[in-house]
């Protein structure tokens, strides 16, 4: 089998012990508390508590899923460095249908999608013939509790056009700026959290208008909101 180092670069996560392993997070204990005041020793300690992620079954599912489905994108969408080159400026990807992930306020979500990037490969840097070093990264991720349109959103994403006004580029060319980058970076999956945030200050339809224009980057998405 020929190799493919964006696909081979995502450990297997055959079992849920593996993926517990890999994003649980078992802080040490406080200790001494006994040395400072009440409301000091309360807020260290619920700082401590706060940190602890023990993903459940759920989350051990959705975390398997996501690592799959970003190794598959990887494996549609690479399959060797001569058509990495051929498609640089003008990418060849699948569509995906954006991941929903929603309930109460306080169950767990935000810390699900912080634990993504724990079971994926760290950043580093692919040495392509003929284009030397590029970037070899993996996750696309946004807060939208400070955004108010999907130009910010896409911003984030354009580390290019730092630096640069882009008042006058319009939706559809970030959206194809977004897309070259992933493609060049090797960006396999992107998470949005928040989206609740979102909905103050616009309208449901512009918000599913955002959605179905951010798919168009044509990643793995998936995204949370209350």
Known sequence: MTSNIWADRFIPLHSDE?????????????????????????????????SIY????????????????AYSHCSISYENQQLYKKHLYSPATREYFPIC?????????????????RIFPQDTDLLIEG????????LWHVNMKDKKGIKQVLQDFTPDLIGKSITRIGVDELLRIC???AFRDGISFMSIDELQFYRQSITTTKICKSLLETATIRLPLIYAAN
């Open 18 to 50: 593996e993926i517990k392993h890999l994003v649980s997070i078992r802080p040490p204990e406080v200790v001494d508390l006994d040395k400072f005041s009440m409301d000091v020793s309360a807020s260290m300690l619920g700082t401590r508590l706060h």
């Open 54 to 69: 023990l993903p459940n079954s759920f989350a051990l599912r959705l975390l398997r899923e996501i690592n799959e489905l």
């Open 101 to 117: 992930l929603t309930g109460y306020a306080g169950i767990g979500k935000s810390e699900l999608l912080n634990a993504i990037p």
């Open 131 to 138: 284009l030397g070093k590029v970037p070899l990264k993996t």
């Open 179 to 181: 897309r070259k980058i």
